[in-house]
């Protein structure tokens, strides 16, 4: 069974709703995304999507709440020790990005992120406040403001 859900949770009917019961949308949340077993036998063509293909689902969501940015991923898994494998991957794919940051504006960026692991779920979250977002955007865009 496959579902892909935009923007929300509360509009949620019947199946889709217990579909996705265990993927809520948090406060403030502008933009979300949810799929459930979609990744099944799924042909996809990199090796780092392994990581979808041992996960039953997903969930994203990408908003603004207290003067703070956010982006949070969810993936659900068959068990506890799947996800503890997605979480070390996760870590060393961070990892691997801080020491290869050729931009020290990316260090903040980089380090915001959260990954754990909690039963048959890993929680990726990324948090940042607005001030630091727009002087991360600003140092790219090499200006000084």
Do not use: C
């Not at 780092?48 to 969501?61: C, H, P, R």
């Amino acid at each position: 069974m496959h579902f892909i859900h935009i923007l929300g949770t509360q509009k949620q009917k019947g199946a889709a709703k217990r579909q996705f019961k265990d993927y809520p949308s948090p406060a403030g949340t502008l933009a979300y995304i949810a799929v459930t077993n979609t990744f099944d036998g799924a042909q996809l063509p990199a090796q780092q999507a392994k990581i979808l293909q041992i996960s039953k689902g997903a969930s994203m969501a990408a908003g603004e709440s207290n003067e703070h940015i956010f982006l949070k991923l969810v993936l659900s898994t068959e068990g506890s020790e799947t996800s503890l494998q997605i979480q070390r991957i996760l870590a060393g794919v961070q990892a691997v990005a801080m020491l290869n940051a050729k931009q020290p504006e990316w260090f903040p960026v980089l380090q915001a992120i959260d990954i754990r692991n909690e039963d048959q779920r890993v929680w990726v979250d990324w948090n940042m406040s607005l001030q630091n977002a727009t002087k991360f955007i600003h140092a790219l865009q090499g200006s000084k403001k």
